[in-house]
């Protein structure tokens, strides 16, 4: 496989699997630190950001390639992080949107 596949590939899944992650992290949320009451939600904010972001900087170290210039390695970091951005961005509309037509508004 070209590493521009599995570069895309590896954002595909991500932004698939992070509405997943919210939910599971809600849910870790909701039953294992709801002895620390109104500072749970933070908490469980952090454990999804957490997960979420360990995630994308192993995609970023593993599958964008290297730069010869500085300056150019930080045009792939901000061009990686926007693209992240647009693709979870868009996961979670098409997650809304899609409970939206099964349960109603």
């Not at 509405?19 to 849910?27: D, K, Q, S, T």
């Not at 868009?90 to 997650?95: F, H, K, R, Y």
Request: hydrophobic share 65%; charged share 10%.
């Amino acid at each position: 496989m070209k590493p521009s596949w599995r570069l895309g590939s590896h954002i595909a899944l991500w932004a698939i699997a992070s509405p997943l992650v919210e939910m599971l992290a809600g849910f870790i949320g909701t039953k294992a630190f709801s002895a620390l009451g109104a500072f749970a939600p933070t908490l469980t904010l952090v454990l999804e950001g957490a997960i979420l972001l360990g995630w994308a900087v192993w995609i970023y170290w593993r599958h964008v390639p290297g730069a010869p210039t500085a300056g150019r390695r930080i045009a792939y970091a901000i061009a990686f992080g926007c693209v992240l951005l647009a693709a979870g961005y868009a996961a979670l509309w098409a997650a809304w949107m899609l409970a939206t037509l099964l349960f109603g508004a």
